[in-house]
């Protein structure tokens, strides 16, 4: 008989005092500095041979070259194991199982196991574990027949090992106590996932019995089967008959139905088309008599608003002819009233244009004494330019008066009051005559 442990597969040593062993975490095995746990981990940190306060689940400590450490795993681990054993009846058979523990006092467990190198450590205990179950599973396969070998895994087998080994590597314990039990692990569940016979021979002949019951099970089923078929069958056939003339007739009166309903909705259609046309014929005249009526409020619309622009057309002839009467009247008498005072205008302008005549010659004149005393001081000639200039500029002034005499006066008509006239310069000066004709011009015009 063999036994056969397989361990999780971790990486190894291949050089030094620790070739071949497992690779340890570097951050676990620090000889001094701060040393941190995982959640699923418990740290225990020891001190002068106790365990402070520093420990604890996912803890983390301070490490001195002379402190301990030691981080122990709480997670769920599983292994297998595989054992050969004959039954009660002289079979051997081959036990293959799978166990699923967990270290649930790490207080206990390091005491129990060196977790300065964790790696080791675990290997180490499910190798233990694994020989355990291998011995167990052999005692107990030696005491049972085959039979329940095979058919009994969780009873026969995983119940009594699971407590067979359980009291063992369980138990309780604290810092303080020193008569403790167990090693603080606890096997959640143990399952026996298979059990091979290893002789051919024998697990044939245990197959023939059943071998030959499957094949009388077989052929008894067979033959229901082809009675069964043969039943079947003419059940069908006679259903199928019956189901043609039920659907023949469901059929028939399908299409009875169906002629009915034609019918049903031809009558309906026709009905409506009726309907449908006698409406639109009662629309087509509601259309129409509206539209005449229509017709003939616009026609009375045009017809009123022709007699009232023809009525407009007629008042507004009557006022353009009182207009003209009226306009014609007042141009008459405008006409009669304006005639002595264009008449006048007419003879100041020609007593101006007289006067425009002699300015003209006087400016020539003074233009030849200008030219005669341009030797003179440049005081005196440009004193004298300036008087010219005013002069001119008035002469002007008195020009555009006079021109503007005719307007102002058929403006004014007859109700010009007093115009005052202001003389510059001495009785010689040659613009006197031109301020008496104006004087008179303006006479004229307030007589006229």
């Given at each position: 008989m063999t036994t056969n442990v397989q361990a999780l597969d971790r990486p190894r040593v291949d050089v030094g005092w620790r070739a071949g062993r497992p690779v340890e975490d570097p951050n676990k095995m620090k000889l001094w500095g701060w040393v941190t746990a995982k959640p699923s981990e418990h740290l225990i940190h020891v001190r002068g041979g106790r365990v402070t306060k520093r420990s604890g689940q996912g803890a983390t400590c301070f490490k001195w070259p002379w402190d301990s450490v030691a981080i122990v795993p709480t997670s769920l681990q599983e292994f297998k194991f595989r054992a050969d054993q004959v039954t009660a009846e002289k079979v051997g058979v081959e036990v293959v199982g799978l166990a699923v523990y967990r270290i649930s006092d790490p207080l206990l467990a390091f005491r129990v196991l060196n977790f300065s190198y964790p790696e080791r450590a675990q290997e180490k205990l499910e190798r233990t574990l694994s020989s355990m179950f291998v011995g167990a599973t052999r005692r107990i396969v030696a005491t049972l027949p085959i039979e329940d070998c095979l058919r009994k895994r969780k009873a026969a087998l995983a119940e009594e090992l699971l407590a067979e080994i359980a009291p063992v590597v369980g138990g309780s314990g604290s810092t303080d106590d020193i008569t403790y039990q167990g090693w603080g692990v606890v096997i959640d569940t143990i399952e026996i996932q298979e059990v091979r016979v290893l002789s051919e021979s024998v697990f044939a002949a245990m197959q023939t019995p059943f071998r030959a019951a499957l094949d009388r099970e077989a052929r008894e089923a067979r033959a229901m089967a082809d009675q069964a078929i043969v039943e079947r069958e003419t059940s069908c056939k006679r259903e199928t008959e019956l189901a043609q003339l039920r659907v023949a007739t469901e059929l028939n009166d399908e299409r009875a139905a169906a002629e009915r309903r034609r019918l049903e909705g031809e009558a309906r259609n026709a009905r409506r088309q009726s309907e449908l046309e006698a409406e639109h014929q009662r629309a087509a005249l509601d259309e129409q008599l509206a539209a005449e009526q229509q017709q003939l409020a616009h026609r009375a619309d045009l017809d009123r608003q022709r007699a009232e622009l023809e009525r407009s057309r007629t008042e507004s002839a009557?006022?353009?002819?009182?207009?003209?009467?009226?306009?014609?009247?007042?141009?008459?008498?405008?006409?009669?009233?304006?005639?002595?005072?264009?008449?006048?205008?007419?003879?100041?302008?020609?007593?101006?244009?007289?006067?425009?005549?002699?300015?003209?010659?006087?400016?020539?004149?003074?233009?030849?004494?200008?030219?005669?005393?341009?030797?003179?001081?440049?005081?005196?000639?440009?004193?004298?330019?300036?008087?010219?200039?005013?002069?001119?500029?008035?002469?002007?002034?008195?020009?555009?008066?006079?021109?503007?005499?005719?307007?102002?006066?058929?403006?004014?008509?007859?109700?010009?009051?007093?115009?005052?006239?202001?003389?510059?310069?001495?009785?010689?000066?040659?613009?006197?005559?031109?301020?008496?004709?104006?004087?008179?011009?303006l006479d004229v015009a307030r007589n006229g």
């Open positions: 009557a006022r353009n002819a009182v207009q003209a009467t009226e306009l014609a009247a007042t141009e008459a008498e405008a006409a009669s009233a304006s005639f002595p005072a264009r008449q006048a205008a007419q003879e100041n302008l020609a007593e101006l244009e007289r006067l425009r005549a002699a300015l003209a010659a006087e400016l020539r004149r003074r233009a030849a004494e200008a030219a005669r005393d341009e030797g003179l001081a440049q005081a005196e000639a440009a004193l004298k330019q300036a008087q010219a200039g005013t002069v001119n500029a008035e002469s002007e002034a008195r020009l555009e008066l006079a021109r503007q005499l005719p307007a102002l006066a058929e403006a004014l008509g007859g109700n010009m009051g007093e115009i005052k006239v202001t003389q510059i310069g001495s009785d010689q000066n040659p613009f006197a005559q031109i301020a008496g004709a104006l004087v008179a011009l």
